[in-house]
Nanobody, 132 residues
């Protein structure tokens, strides 16, 4: 497991933007950050946690859920052990706790974000609230 810390959440009006960051640390000595598929999940109040975006080992491929496709953009900077989630055109239904998650590099799928069960490491989450 690796240690993940998210930041950047907050309160924003509908139509606004936020950029989340996730920094990884405590990576096992035999590994590098690019040994991991990294994803963003979110969990709205009283709902289950679901994957919304994943990037492969070098950020060359990224996949999004239909709910955020075209509005959110995930990037990664392996030199800084960091991934980002740029969220634009935010809607009240985007209100949720946002979690950074990591899995082995082979977990990446080009068709859709990985399942909850495939995640090996979780961050503590950062709260995003979108007001109407």
């Amino acid at each position: 497991q690796i240690h993940l810390v998210e930041s950047g959440g907050g309160l924003v009006q509908a139509g606004g933007s936020l950029k989340l960051s996730c920094v990884a640390s405590e990576i096992p000595y035999k590994d590098d950050f690019d040994d991991y598929t990294v994803c963003w999940f979110r969990q709205p109040p009283m709902q289950k946690r679901t994957g919304i975006a994943c990037t492969d080992y070098d950020g060359g491929q990224t996949v999004y859920s239909d709910s955020v496709k075209g509005r959110f953009a995930m990037t990664r900077d392996n030199a800084r052990n960091t991934v980002y989630l740029q969220m634009n055109s935010l809607k009240p239904e985007d209100t949720a706790m946002y979690y950074c998650a990591a899995a082995g590099w082979s977990a990446y799928r080009p068709s859709r974000p990985i399942d909850y069960s495939a995640v090996e490491s979780w961050g503590q989450g950062t709260d995003v609230t979108v007001s109407s």
